[in-house]
């Protein structure tokens, strides 16, 4: 269904005010180790009247990329990709802000990031947030006071090479061995999306990017203990670009998504690992129509914690 036109921005007015608090708050995050996730599903949301009310929420430049986007598929996804965004972070506030009044800017890496005025006193809520796209979902990792990284990837994501051929490209020599020694090719499938679905979190959390730290410049490991590793690759020791800016003061949460995607989430964490290991990072993920319907699926057979 093609995405509606731009309509003209619809006043504040009580109507809206009373929609915007019909957004139901979350529970608050409870400390820099908590995440919450929240997603749709575009495939499921094709009432003309739902989507012409979220494009409302865009600015007009969002508008005018969604409508810039080829086809209307793509169109709606990019509309549905602000909305959420939108809608979620206004939760965050209690509804406080209006979701229509963000402002975002970019990092030099093109991160998004809020704007927040130097003399707004909603600077008062530390928020942080991501966002990671699919052909069928869409979803929004929020944390409080810690920088986020979030992404999501179909579990049997078809490539035009083979696991090993991208490995090589895109990986360390150490995770091309990992791989290497799976001899079902399901498996080395599915260990290759999930090393690939952590290092993307990562470096979004990073705030760099793929541009701006490559895959191959650091290794993942999975310990024992459930905790994950990370190390510079030797080539990123020895030439121009050092790789300072990898560092291992950061959380994950690996899980699989309704039996369909794996979602890797990544926080910065400075507080120190005790003798007892690594405190899992605290993880819920609601499925959303946002204005509509709210359902909490964490603890339930669409969330399988893998990590």
Known sequence: MPVPPPQPPRAPGVAGARLFASLPPPPPLQSRREVHVWYVCPDELNDHSQLDMYME??????????????????????????????????????????????????????????????????????????????SSLIACGIAMDAPIGIDVEEKKRKTTKSILSLARRYFT????????????????????????????????ALGRGFSGAPFNRFSIQLKTDSRIQITKAPKACNDSDSGDYLSENWRFTLAELNSYYYMAVCIEDNSRVSENGSVPLGLKVWKTVPFIKDTLVSGTDAVKLII
Do not use: C
């Not at 209006?98 to 093109?110: A, M, V």
């Not at 791989?179 to 993307?200: G, N, R, V, Y």
């Open 57 to 134: 929420l865009l600015s007009p430049a969002e508008r005018k990329n969604a409508l810039s986007m080829n086809g209307p598929r793509l169109q709606k996804d990019a509309m549905l990709s602000r909305a959420l965004l939108r809608t979620t972070l206004s939760r965050y506030t209690d509804s406080k802000i209006d979701p229509r009044s963000f402002e975002f800017k970019k990092n030099k890496f093109g991160k998004p990031e809020i704007l927040w005025r130097p003399d707004d006193s909603n600077m008062d809520w530390p928020l942080h947030f991501n966002i990671s796209h699919t």
């Open 173 to 204: 020599p150490s995770e091309v061995d990992f791989l290497a020694k799976i001899a079902d090719s399901d498996a080395q499938q599915k260990e290759f999306i999930k090393l690939w679905t952590l290092k993307e979190a990562y470096v979004k």
